[in-house]
């Protein structure tokens, strides 16, 4: 669990809108001794964070790392993996732990697909915050008691997709699947492809929730906190890949 805060911590350092401040933080200290240096610091934070409030920057960021969905097969090597999105935690009107909104979202087109393909379903997520419940569990209740699809497998140790990747592997290769439909969301996908893929999977990228855009209007133009959120989810994803890859060099 601390290794697990340890570096969420550090990616809020260099995620907007913490990056930012830390620019923001380096030019009010650096204003006093280096002056033009430091005011230029101030000004492309102020600038920075007008520029990724933006919805025409936001959007496009996201789409970046977009893939469009491929046809799902009805193969008896297959199996539907839905990645975990966050916990709603002590949710007071469901009495307890339930699947965030993220979540949801990823469980409700994962359902959708199970009734085209017939598919089997097996559900990654840990509790990497240290609470008893695992995010699968939650999945799980929420997939059979309010979509009505049957659950196989629940993957319920994973702190990230690295390991959601290493230990679903595990499960499925045990009877003799070695290809995967992967839902998760379109902005995810690069970084839990190349997961899944290190760890032996044929997959097949089955992307939600992605980043569309009406006709472009002066609000596009206007700060928006929910395209902060998608400019922050781009360069989550940006180092998160990096990451990723220099792990598996490493690692092997």
């Not at 840990?126 to 569990?137: F, I, K, L, M, R």
Request: proline content about 6%; overall charge positive; aromatic content about 8%.
């Amino acid at each position: 669990m601390i290794s697990w805060q340890v570096t969420n911590a550090l990616a809020s350092l260099l995620i907007p809108p913490g990056l930012l401040l830390v620019i923001f933080a380096a030019g009010l200290v650096l204003a006093r001794k280096r002056r033009r240096f430091g005011q230029a610091l101030l000004v492309a934070s102020a600038g920075g964070l007008y520029l990724l409030s933006m919805p025409l920057v936001g959007t496009a960021l996201l789409q970046h790392w977009e893939s469009p969905a491929v046809e799902v097969p009805r193969s008896p090597a297959a199996a539907i993996v839905v990645l975990g999105g966050g916990q709603y935690r002590n949710a007071p009107e469901y009495g307890g732990d339930t699947v965030g909104a993220m979540g949801l979202v990823r469980l409700r087109y994962a359902a959708e697909l199970q009734r085209r393909s017939g598919l089997p379903v097996l559900v990654s997520g840990g509790s990497p915050d240290g609470t008893a419940s695992s995010e699968a569990q939650a999945m799980r209740k929420t997939l059979e008691r309010e979509f009505g699809i049957p659950v196989r497998w629940s993957e319920s140790l994973s702190a990230n997709t690295l390991e959601s990747a290493r230990n679903s592997r595990a499960m499925l290769l045990a009877e003799n699947i070695r290809q995967v439909v992967l839902v998760t969301h379109a902005w995810h996908m690069p970084r839990a492809r190349l997961a899944f893929e290190h760890s032996g999977f044929e997959v097949i990228p089955a992307p939600t929730a992605h980043a569309t855009r009406g006709a472009l209007t002066v609000l596009d133009f206007l700060p928006d906190a929910g395209a902060l959120l998608d400019s922050a989810l781009f360069f989550h994803e940006a180092i998160g890949i990096l990451w990723y890859r220099l792990r598996l060099i490493f690692q092997g």
